[in-house]
């Protein structure tokens, strides 16, 4: 959940640089009217605020579908698991012929 939460930020910072810094507020020494110099960087600031509100959203329902499993798998399930079934074998080819002679009887050899 902490590593959600950092992601963000990077990727916010990473969005600045790339859609602000690289585009609205770059200048690469073309003259531009006064008209586009002014509304540029109004246009990226909600291109910039857009991405990174769908970014959060997606990101922030992650988060919280994470936490809600993690709550049901580590402390709901544990008041309920009773741990009463077999014991895991695990398998092993030397066990297969101990296996199959087990349920013949002396005469079936």
Same mark, same amino acid.
């Given at each position: @959940?902490?590593?959600?939460?950092?992601?963000?930020?990077? @990727?916010?910072?990473?969005?600045?640089?790339?859609?602000?810094?690289?585009?609205?507020?770059?200048?690469?020494?073309?003259?531009?009217?006064?008209?586009?110099?002014?509304?540029?960087?109004?246009?990226?600031?909600?291109?910039?605020?857009?991405?990174?509100?769908?970014?959060?959203?997606?990101?922030?329902?992650?988060?919280?579908?994470?936490?809600?499993?993690?709550?049901?798998?580590?402390?709901?399930?544990?008041?309920? $698991?009773?741990?009463?079934?077999?014991?895991?074998?695990?398998?092993? $080819?030397?066990?297969?012929?101990?296996?199959? $002679?087990?349920?013949?009887?002396?005469?079936?050899?």
């Amino acid at each position: @959940l902490w590593a959600l939460s950092l992601a963000h930020s990077q @990727l916010s910072e990473l969005f600045w640089e790339k859609v602000m810094v690289g585009f609205a507020l770059a200048n690469d020494g073309t003259p531009q009217s006064i008209f586009v110099a002014w509304i540029k960087p109004f246009v990226f600031t909600f291109v910039w605020t857009l991405l990174s509100f769908a970014v959060l959203m997606a990101m922030e329902n992650l988060s919280s579908f994470l936490h809600a499993l993690r709550l049901q798998w580590v402390e709901f399930q544990n008041k309920f $698991y009773a741990g009463s079934g077999q014991a895991f074998v695990p398998f092993a $080819y030397d066990k297969i012929d101990e296996f199959a $002679y087990e349920d013949q009887t002396p005469a079936q050899m």
